[in-house]
């Protein structure tokens, strides 16, 4: 599809470059030919002493001299333009390329993290449905653990709504002034970690312009992050010259892992023992973007993370 699509382009850019190379031959070919033709036409009229007649052979060798230079200029166009024009075209299709080749495997992950919970819930209810001496114990208990795996495939499919709505959020972010911190102890309020004597804070007044409903939600997946790869040591959280920053103690991310965290679905080796899709922090880079903040990291295997958001 895209080599087609760049054949077309380049189809296009050339059928424009060559119709405007042609139109001004044409009017250099005109303008160039048209003291010939007068001399041609005052000759013919006039018929003037034959010692001063131009040779009509020599107007019409330069006549032609003229349109086969043309030719030869346009040709070259032609050539230049269809190899650039290829090149250039190549550029544009580029990212658009890239945006469908993300956008195949986002589809592709999405679905499988959703076919696998939900292959599981289809054999477990088939095995239940079979067995005719299921205690009334043992199908509560099975039920529990499918309404588990909805609840995980529901949370899967809030996570993905999100990203859908942060990526197209030009008509639902609105921006206000406000004071960052208050963000902050909302979000732990929300959380409901904010009894929890692990968190420490520092955070002093920091009006920022946001929209915070959504630049809530990036503090959220940040502090959710810490505390769930923090080991229940100490996470700090501090707040200086619109720069929040969340400190974890916990298994830190890995080389290999670090340049891959905010990439969709990509979970580090030391987050299989708990729970989650890889979301979070795509989300989360995805509003810091749509703000203009950047998000730094720093971390150390097995002692712990650092994150820092950096608001304009
Ligand atoms: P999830 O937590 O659901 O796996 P995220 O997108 O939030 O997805 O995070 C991506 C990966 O980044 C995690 O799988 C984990 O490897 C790593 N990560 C994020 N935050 C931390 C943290 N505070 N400490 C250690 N690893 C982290």
């Known amino acids: 599809m895209f080599k087609k699509a760049r054949t077309k382009l380049t189809v296009y850019y050339l059928a424009i470059i060559m119709a405007i ?30 010692a001063f007649l131009i040779d009509p052979d020599i107007v019409k060798e330069t006549k032609s001299r003229i349109f086969f230079t043309l030719l030869t200029i346009n040709s070259f166009i032609l050539g230049l ?10 550029k544009t299709l580029a990212p658009i390329s890239k945006m469908i080749e993300d956008q195949k495997d ?8 959703l076919r696998t919970p939900l292959s599981v819930l289809k054999t477990q209810i088939e095995v239940a449905l079979r067995d005719k001496e299921m205690s009334l114990d043992e199908a509560k208990k099975l039920l529990e653990s499918n309404l588990e795996d909805v609840n995980n495939m ?27 911190a208050n963000l902050v102890i909302d979000a732990l309020k929300t ?35 810490a505390h769930k790869y923090g080991e229940s040591k100490e996470i700090s959280l501090s707040l200086r010259n619109k720069e929040l920053k969340i400190s974890d103690k916990g298994t830190g991310i890995s080389r290999e892992d670090l340049p891959h965290i905010f990439d969709r679905f990509y979970r580090g080796d030391k987050a299989r023992s708990h729970d989650g899709y890889g979301l979070g922090l795509s ?13 730094k990291v720093e971390s150390k295997i097995n002692k712990g993370s650092t994150f820092k958001v950096i608001f304009s």
Do not use: W
């Open 21 to 50: 190379s042609i139109f001004f031959s044409l009017i250099i070919y005109q303008s160039t030919t048209f003291e010939l033709r007068r001399i041609e036409n005052m000759q013919r009229i006039r018929k003037p002493n034959p």
């Open 283 to 295: 989300i989360a880079k995805q509003i810091a973007d749509n703000h203009g903040a950047k998000i």
């Open 81 to 90: 333009s269809g190899i650039s024009g290829y090149f250039l075209a190549g």
């Open 154 to 180: 529901t949370k899967l499919s809030n996570y993905l709504l999100e990203l859908n709505k942060f990526q197209n959020s030009e008509n639902i972010i609105k921006f206000k002034k406000v004071d960052l």
């Open 106 to 113: 986002f589809v592709s992950n999405a679905s499988h993290e």
């Open 191 to 225: 959380l409901k970690l904010n009894d929890d004597k692990t968190i420490k804070t520092e955070l002093n007044k920091s009006v920022i312009n946001c929209d915070p409903d959504s630049t809530k939600e990036l503090i959220s997946i940040l502090i959710d992050n």
